[in-house]
């Protein structure tokens, strides 16, 4: 025990430096939902699962080792058993966020909609009080894309998918500063070093801050002109074991036709791969899902304005269109 603490106040220790302090954003009317209770010592559930009841203190949620009092309540004041419970009713436990810049921009009077920013906080906050591991991999394309702009006054498409790269290290700073502002524990990793910012992406360490019931944004994409944010979700999602990437947009999922010019365009429960690919349906590039194939990675295409969609598609209820997956023959549409 006092070996698995050390460890884990040491990790606890090194990890905070790098936490970014973020002052409490004015936010309008906006309030925080959750009482939420984050610190370092109740966001350590391995800590408290290897913890024997002896050591329990009958009357308080608290256990003494040492001289340190730690919490025996999960991440945002459940206890064991709670999180457990509600855990285990969710079809993901691990989960891949894919939160486009476009849906960033909310109605688009500017490049990043607060109140967008703030509903997926909460979103976020109701899946991750349940135990379940959410990494985010954020987009760029509100601010800047690079394919838009390469070959305008001489800007190569490298150097215009870099400055593409950047902007969505912009919204994750942006998002995690939401998230912080109603107190879930959030680490941004970049693609490429911005150590004055945030970490580097390090893959054992991005599995750890989740193990702790940390949010982890991805930024800067795969670090990698020519390729896509979502190819970055395919991609960090199969280095993470994630279970699924959920796609959120500004649409319902996926149309057999475009619905903003045919009222008609029915929209489709689920999709093979196979079909994606060869139906040319714009869901993701054509990278980003060959990528889920090969890794059996099932990907969830969601309406991200209406809300309580994160939550229910986390818990495999029928949302959206599901690619590559199969529906719980439960689960009715919501
Ligand atoms: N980008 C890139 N490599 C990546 C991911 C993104 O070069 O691995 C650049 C590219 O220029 C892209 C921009 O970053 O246009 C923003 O990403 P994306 O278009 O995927 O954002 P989204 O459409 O999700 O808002």
């Known amino acids: 025990m006092a070996v698995s603490y050390s460890f884990v106040a040491f990790f606890n220790s090194i990890s905070s430096s790098y936490s970014s302090s973020f002052s409490k954003p004015s936010l309008g009317s906006l309030k925080p939902h959750y009482g939420l209770r984050v610190d370092s010592k109740n966001s350590s559930r391995r800590l408290v699962l290897s913890c024997s009841s002896s050591h329990m203190d009958s009357n308080s949620d608290t256990m003494d080792i040492g001289q340190t009092q730690v919490s025996s309540t999960a991440p945002f004041g459940l206890t064991m058993s709670e999180a457990n419970m509600s855990r285990s009713s969710c079809k993901w436990q691990r989960v891949l966020l894919?939160?486009?810049g476009e849906a960033l921009a909310g109605d688009r009077a500017q490049n990043i909609d607060p109140k967008v920013t703030m509903s997926i906080a909460r979103e976020v906050a109701a899946v991750t009080r349940l135990g379940i591991e959410v990494a985010i991999v954020v987009g760029g394309g509100n601010i800047f894309r690079g394919s838009s702009w390469a070959g305008s006054s001489g800007l190569d498409r490298s150097s215009a998918d870099y400055i593409g790269m950047l902007a969505t290290v912009m919204n994750a700073i942006f998002l995690q500063a939401?998230?912080?502002s109603i107190g879930i524990p959030t680490r941004v990793q970049t693609a490429f070093r911005m150590s004055e910012v945030a970490e580097p992406y390090i893959r054992r360490r991005a599995v750890r801050h989740l193990e702790k019931g940390r949010v982890v944004i991805f930024a800067a994409g795969t670090g990698n002109p020519f390729f896509t944010t979502d190819t970055a979700a395919a991609l960090r999602c199969a280095e993470i074991n994630a279970e699924v990437v959920l796609k959120a947009t500004n649409?319902?999922?996926v149309f057999d036709d475009d619905p903003r010019t045919n009222p008609n365009a029915r929209l489709l429960d689920t999709l093979?791969?196979?079909?994606?690919?060869?139906?040319?349906?714009s869901v993701m590039d054509m990278t980003a899902i060959t990528l889920c194939q090969e890794n059996n990675i099932p990907v969830v295409v969601?309406?991200?304005?209406?809300p309580g969609n994160i939550s229910r598609a986390i818990k495999g209820e029928r949302v959206g269109t599901l690619i590559g997956g199969t529906r719980n023959s439960m689960a009715a549409r919501t």
């Open 98 to 100: 894919k939160v486009s």
């Open 178 to 180: 939401t998230m912080e």
């Open 251 to 253: 649409v319902d999922g």
């Open 272 to 281: 093979t791969y196979q079909e994606v690919t060869s139906k040319d349906l």
């Open 302 to 306: 969601f309406n991200l304005s209406n």
